[in-house]
């Protein structure tokens, strides 16, 4: 009898109304906050505004659930995961893996990707080849991470296993110390070796500490599931529509071979080379609307930022230039710096305009890096070839896997262009995202306004 009167007394007096759930909050809100961490594999501010594979992933979730994100980072890896444990986000989307915390606050959502951990060294200062190499070793990780876990564990059977934990350290710095021999080893996930090896090109991986585990967002662990289960279908409906392949292709798909002297050489040039020209850079990618770090990562796979550069086929110049081109561009002397650098975004902006609007970015940037390369002609048949194969012809990654076919007579003779060397702009494409990539990062902190450009490389990079 004194359930039904309290029943009563709950609808006369309204007081007692379920709570929304966080999901029905957030949504009510209008607003999804979510900590990271500022870096290749997460979070930074690239020419065009925010990116990172976890930035993407969130503005697609938020975008998902109708709401406005709102996406902050903390410097010290420690504080990220309290920040979901004490309601300050909603969600904590760093690179993270269900070693990063042990909070029985915090839960995990489901997996994207895989990260191994690695033992990182400098090349030139002897590889370990197996963990009893590392006893008693200089070893330096971040303090409170999954690294130092797995160090931990390791510990059980290797009981002379030491290391140091920084307290207040990026991985990516971290890297750096190791690459300049200030440290001797460090832990890093495979994805940020592989990405840092174009920043810090003296790093290798010597041994995987742990086998691949997957990443995941941290969320509150709470008998309230709603965000939870919205994350879930979300993430479901990413791996099935592509979205999460498309990632991984835009931040990794140009980091699958590496070149140690090639990266060393290319840090040099940037020193060296880069501000005699880097004016030139500028004014050109402001006249033709481009960035004009692309610019310089054309020029930089074409010529090395030589101006007197001939290739094997004749075309020359910083940006390699073909006669004819040249005349089409007004470029009177091919091997004038500001005039070849001119010329060159003139005619990038001429094939990008060839590519159909309809190309999402940054797939229309590669597909026009490759016709820089190639013609647009051969695009455009790799792209006929594409939706032959029932592939997306808007997709670079599918329209990269054609560019091949393009030497195989059954398919050249169907086309309109015929033969190519269609592995070669592949190849380019990678190249130029790379340089484009480590542009973006060395020269975040340039002043605005370069130096006067002088014609011509400097004496002793001439060659």
């Known amino acids: 009898m004194r359930a039904v009167t309290t029943i009563s007394l709950c609808g ?13 909050q957030i949504v009510s809100e209008g607003e999804l906050r979510v900590v990271t961490r500022n870096g290749p594999t997460t979070y930074y501010l690239g020419s065009d505004g ?10 697609g ?32 989307a760093a690179g993270l893996t269900r070693n990063d915390a042990t909070d029985p606050l915090v839960q995990f959502g489901p997996g994207y990707g895989a990260v191994t951990e690695q033992l990182v060294y400098r090349v030139n200062k002897g590889r370990p080849r197996s963990v009893e190499d590392l006893y008693q070793s200089d070893i330096t990780v971040m303090a409170g991470s999954s690294h130092a876990r797995t160090l931990q564990q390791l510990r059980g059977d290797h009981a002379e296993l030491t290391w140091q934990e920084a307290q207040g350290v990026a991985e990516d710095e971290l890297l750096e110390q190791v690459s300049a021999g200030d440290l001797r080893y460090t832990v890093a996930d495979s994805r940020s070796v592989r990405l840092s090896r174009y920043f810090h090109p003296h790093i290798r991986a010597a041994l995987d500490l742990s086998e691949p585990q997957p990443m995941a967002w941290a969320l509150l662990n709470d008998k309230d599931t709603s965000l ?59 006249e033709s609307g481009l960035d004009w770090r692309l610019l310089a990562a054309l020029a930089y796979q074409e010529s090395h930022w030589n101006p007197g550069a001939i290739s094997e086929t004749g075309v020359r110049g910083l940006m390699m230039l073909t006669k004819v081109t040249a005349k089409s561009l007004d470029v009177e002397d091919r091997e004038d710096a500001e005039q070849s650098i001119f010329g060159g975004a003139r ?14 970015e940054p797939d229309r940037m590669w597909m026009a890096i490759a016709a820089y390369n190639v013609g647009w002609g051969h695009v455009a048949d790799a792209r006929l070839i ?23 007579s059954k398919w050249y003779n169907t086309v ?9 702009p592949v190849k380019y494409v990678e190249n130029v995202r790379s340089y484009y990539e480590v542009l973006q990062w060395m020269t975040a902190d340039w002043p605005q306004e370069p130096v006067k450009a002088e014609n011509g490389p400097p004496p002793e990079d001439a060659a």
């Open 50 to 59: 925010p990116a990172g594979p976890e930035y993407d992933l969130v503005r």
């Open 386 to 408: 594409a939706r032959r194969r029932g592939m997306n012809p808007n997709s670079w990654q599918d329209v990269e896997q054609c560019l091949p076919l393009l030497t195989q």
């Open 228 to 286: 939870l289960a919205a994350a879930e279908d979300y993430f479901e409906e990413a791996h099935t529509t592509g979205m999460i392949a498309a990632i991984e292709e835009r931040y990794y798909g140009h980091a699958k071979d590496f070149d140690y002297v090639g990266a060393r050489t290319f840090l040099k040039h940037i020193d060296r080379r880069l501000p005699r020209y880097r004016v030139w850079f500028q004014q050109a990618a402001d």
């Open 347 to 360: 005619y990038y902006r001429f094939v990008t305009e060839r590519v159909p609007r309809r190309v999402p």
């Open 416 to 424: 309109p262009h015929g033969y190519a060397r269609g592995w070669q």
């Open 12 to 24: 006369l007096l309204a007081t007692c109304q379920v709570p929304p759930t966080l999901l029905e």
């Open 61 to 92: 979730f938020a975008e998902h659930l109708g709401v406005n994100l709102e996406i902050y980072t903390l410097d010290n890896f420690q504080e990220i995961v309290p920040e979901v444990a004490q309601g300050r986000a909603h969600i904590a």
